[in-house]
């Protein structure tokens, strides 16, 4: 399958689905406390897309060998990798909570984006691997730009992570995106520079590590057919932008208001919201305030 170049027209309908995505979390976001149940936090994102006119993309969602998807978003906690189903088990305090939202428009256009949230005030640890892998995100993204090599994204995060003495999950990518969910190309969360795609402008696709504590093995959970947890049962985070290669760089789509700020180290252009000013911190989101060859790869 080819890589989708999007035209100007299709650009401006990916810059309002991933918006629309990120307003869902924005949305959620005061929710997020102690005693709130995961699939609390589904229904009132679903609450949200309908206010909007979006649908989630995720309900009924069956790739090949899957069972279809019950919920309206992705609700991963402590040590889940990613695809958490959204339960009536409540949060409690210290728990870190991945929430992934992928939106459809009236207009077909898909939105997707996800956020760490730490429940409570939250371990050291746990602020440390929400931040860094944050941090990691950014620096993959730093690298997009027309020339650039997708392998120049995989190198930045693995090395970040890595360097602080974390495991980047080998099984799962980022991946292109538009009017299907998944398109090319898949995103590696680490590799080699210069290596893999080269980097086209109209291209717009996902960024999304997830970066273990311990080891980076994973595994599949009970019966569900969906739930991806760390072998060793150590905490792992993920975050995830939709991200456009310009004419003269990158674009992060997926920014809104409420998104945590940016590393300090990420250009102002880069870091905010296209036609916007600084963004503020979202309720609960475990930004960077916070204190301080593989099996085959699956698009998360």
């Not at 060998?65 to 009536?88: E, M, Q």
């Not at 680490?190 to 795609?197: A, I, K, S, V």
């Not at 789509?253 to 300090?264: T, Y």
Request: proline share 8%; aromatic share 6%.
């Amino acid at each position: 399958m080819s890589i989708t170049i999007k035209s100007a027209e299709d650009i401006e309908g990916m810059r309002e689905a991933c918006r629309l995505a990120a307003e869902v979390l924005d949305y959620i976001a005061p929710h997020i406390r102690p005693g709130i149940s995961t699939k609390e936090i589904d229904r009132l994102g679903a609450e949200c897309m309908a206010r909007q006119g979006t649908v989630s993309a995720t309900v009924g969602y069956q790739p090949p060998g899957y069972p279809p998807y019950p919920a309206s978003l992705c609700t991963s906690v402590n040590h889940v990798v990613c695809h958490g189903i959204p339960s009536d088990k409540p949060l409690k305090k210290g728990d870190i909570v991945n929430v992934d939202v992928t939106v459809v428009t009236k207009a077909g256009w898909y939105g997707d984006t996800s956020r760490m949230y730490i429940v409570g005030e939250g371990s050291i640890a746990a602020r440390r691997l929400c931040t860094v892998t944050y941090e990691a995100m950014w620096l993959g993204i730093m690298q997009v730009r027309p020339g650039a090599h997708l392998g120049d994204i995989g190198h930045a995060i693995q090395k970040y992570a890595e360097g602080h003495g974390y495991s980047v999950v080998r099984e799962f990518c980022g991946h292109g995106i538009g009017r299907k969910f998944h398109e090319e190309p898949q995103v590696l969360h680490y590799g080699r520079p210069g290596t893999l795609e080269e980097l086209r402008p109209g291209m717009v696709f996902t960024i999304e590590p997830m970066i273990n504590a311990g080891r980076r093995e994973v595994k599949e959970f009970g019966n569900d057919g969906w739930t991806i947890v760390t072998k060793d049962r150590s905490l792992s985070a993920q975050w995830e932008h939709t991200v456009l290669v310009t004419e003269t760089g990158v674009e992060v789509l997926s920014l809104s208001a409420g998104a945590p700020p940016a590393p300090a180290f990420v250009p102002p252009e880069i870091a905010r919201p296209r036609g916007a000013g600084q963004p503020s911190v979202g309720s609960a989101a475990a930004g960077p305030a916070a204190p301080a060859a593989a099996a085959p790869t699956v698009p998360a």
